[in-house]
């Protein structure tokens, strides 16, 4: 077995999102890391061993909320909440979340069509050059996943208002985290009262019915609270990251504006290559055992590294070249894996390939705005990001 008595390295590496962090070709397949919080953890990142952790339940994801364990950053959500959707299985409604986040729910791609070409629109009309992300990916998603859970769209600005500090990755608590929580479920609970539409609407009708006594209105809300924070970090944040790819990989989103036939395939690519997962996915030791060629002991962090199974050279030949007629691009781990395999990957694929396909056919030879040297990335973050993301057509 071996012991890794070399420095143990600091983690995560950087968020600049346009390129592999140079440490991530060089790692052994597992490596002690030091986390935000000062914690020691296990680094995951080889694909074969990537796999393993997320399909075996010994590595929990439930219990690194446990009081007293090695933590990536402080909580920012009730740690009850951690296990959002082992909670919703629990609670007894998992089938009205699958109905609601099914991108062929009745009307829901022809609304995102037509959205979509909203904002297109509004872009054309301001003119070039605009921030893609002020303009088109952020009110995209937020719109979308109000449009889910039927509440207003006029709510989004208030409950995307929360999300810098949700997602945010820090040593210490924040105690604004918890007072946006409380906005928020507040919030939710009112549309309770007065939303028919959606899954909100869906869960009202379930209260007080027989099954679902136990189920409180502060879980209900959490559940609408919950889809629309990491429903729109995740689709949006994907979202700006896959135009990060395409506005530095010119000529192959020239082919694809050209051949839009390639967009689902293409969008598999784009979460392959992409480096929108900031950290790693955290999981608990629950018995000892030993992974790799290392003994790691029950009560101990490991932290799954998506990008370094996703650039796996074994697996996916020349990973840093983007290629969207790749035969396995889809065995990316980009969405998780095993039990904890994000239950919205068809919604957040249609809603990129929605949106892509709607920014390449009016402006089909988008560029970037500015130098690459030029975009900001917001650090201590979940995911990589860019603070403002400028293009012209």
Known sequence: MTTHAEPILEFPFTWDGTHLPTQVDELPPVVKVRTIAGAEAWLVSSYELVK?????????????????????????IPPEVVNNMGNITGAGLRKAVMKAINPKSPGLQQWMDEYAAELVERMLQHGAPVDVRTMFTDPFSEAMHC?????????????AESLPIAFMNSATEIPAARLNWDRDIAYMKARLDDTEQGLVGDLAKLRGTE?????????????????????????????????VTLLTHPEEADYLADHPELMPQAVDELLRINLSIGDGLPRLVMEDMTLGDVQVKAGELV??????????????????????????????????????YC?????????????????LKAMPRMRLAVPVEQLVWRTGFMKRLPERLPVMW
Do not use: C, W
């Open 211 to 243: 099954g679902y006594e136990h189920v409180s209105d502060e879980m209900f809300a959490t559940v609408g609270v919950t889809l629309f924070g990491a429903g729109v970090i995740s689709t949006a944040g994907f979202l700006a990251m896959a135009l």
């Open 343 to 359: 239950p919205a990957t068809a919604l957040g694929k249609k809603h990129a390939e929605t949106a892509l396909l709607a920014l």
């Open 303 to 340: 932290l799954v590294l998506p990008e370094g199974a996703n650039f796996d050279p074994s697996v996916f030949p020349d990973p840093h070249r983007l290629d969207f007629t790749r035969a396995n691009s889809s065995a990316h781990f980009s969405f998780g894996g095993g039990s904890h």
């Open 52 to 76: 393993q952790v997320l399909e075996d339940d010994r590595f929990s994801l439930k219990n690194t909320s446990d009081p007293g364990v090695p933590r990536q950053y402080a909580l920012t």
């Open 147 to 159: 449009q889910i859970l039927g509440i207003p769209h006029n709510a989004a600005p208030l409950l």
